[in-house]
């Protein structure tokens, strides 16, 4: 339990540096910051797999980059779904997700 409420707070405090980093990504305060984390734990484990399933063929001929733009998309809907937080466009979406998602690479060793 204790391991989960680590990663939680480490992917919250991605989620804050990604805003502070990325000019289009704006979250109010570190309660959003939580939600937002916690959303995005529940995507990654539930939507995400079924996405990249689907996407199979693209991604193969894209070497993986595509996976770049699911990211991006989801963390899209992420900000439609979460109030408080905001990303503006379509770039902004993508270089958090890659931001993030290097990031997260530390979470997956801990």
């Known amino acids: 339990m ?3 409420l680590l990663k939680w707070i480490v992917l919250t405090l991605i989620v804050v540096f990604a805003a502070w980093v990325i000019p289009g990504i704006e979250v109010d305060g570190y309660l959003s910051a939580l939600i937002v984390a916690a959303v995005i734990a529940l995507i990654n484990v539930s939507l995400r797999p079924a996405l990249n399933l689907i996407t199979l063929p693209i991604n193969i001929l894209t070497l993986g980059l595509f996976t770049l733009v ?6 899209m809907f992420v ?29 997956s060793f801990i």
Request: charged fraction near 5%.
């Open 79 to 107: 900000s439609y779904l979460v109030p408080g937080f905001e990303v503006e466009g379509f770039w902004a979406a993508f270089w958090g997700a890659l931001l993030m998602s290097i990031l997260s690479v530390g979470i």
């Open 2 to 4: 204790l391991f989960l």
């Open 70 to 75: 699911i990211n991006a998309l989801l963390l």
